[in-house]
């Protein structure tokens, strides 16, 4: 015979099941994170443009040996070795003056660029457009003379310049002779 009290404990009710619950707060935050991420790369990634100091143009021709800036407003620096500075205006082939190697510093090429460059806002009469400067350093010359000539361009305020590494024939023979 069944006991009765066995019976009873067969029909107990067991633990109760509890539905599972899964916290979708971590998820949430970690997708927010993903969506800043994602939206400050595009932005960082835009092409950003900025205005170039273009030479002049000259009216409406657009090419040919008329073009570009006047050679009176180009003022060339050649660095050579030994902390040498040698500086023309205009073409080489014909210079507005004859080469001149400098020094660096305030006594040196820093007050030449500021003449020259006061007296081409004068004849041009546009303080916006001043010299332009040709910067080229030679193999000999060291990273140092470069950076020390970049520091002058900000000094004396000169707002169109560039680095060019390209010698002409009659600047590879002047730095030679001197």
């Known amino acids: 015979m069944i006991d009765e009290k066995d019976f009873n404990s067969l029909?107990?009710?067991?633990?109760?099941?509890?539905h599972a619950k899964v916290d979708f707060s971590a998820m949430v935050s970690i997708?927010?994170?993903l969506i800043i991420f994602y939206m400050v790369m595009i932005e960082i990634s835009k092409p950003k443009a900025m205005n170039l100091g273009l030479p002049d143009m000259c009216g409406e021709i657009t090419c040919g040996i008329s073009c570009g800036p006047r050679p009176d407003r180009v003022i060339t620096i050649l660095l050579d070795d030994n902390?040498?500075?040698i500086t023309?205006?205009?073409l080489l082939e014909v210079p507005d003056d004859k080469p001149k190697t400098l020094s660096y510093?305030?006594?040196?090429?820093?007050?030449?660029l500021l003449k020259k460059n006061k007296i081409i806002t004068e004849q041009l009469g546009d303080q916006d457009r001043g010299a332009i400067v040709i910067i080229k350093p030679s193999?000999?010359?060291?990273?140092?003379?470069?950076?020390?000539?970049l520091d002058e361009m900000a000094i004396t305020n000169i707002q169109t310049y560039a680095i060019v590494n390209d010698f002409t024939p009659d600047e590879a023979k002047?730095?030679?002779m001197n």
């Open 105 to 112: 510093g305030k006594e040196g090429i820093r007050k030449e």
């Open 31 to 33: 997708s927010f994170l």
């Open 11 to 18: 029909n107990k009710p067991r633990s109760k099941k509890l």
């Open 139 to 149: 193999k000999k010359s060291n990273f140092g003379n470069l950076i020390s000539i």
């Open 83 to 85: 902390n040498k500075v």
């Open 88 to 90: 023309y205006q205009g």
């Open 174 to 176: 002047l730095l030679a």
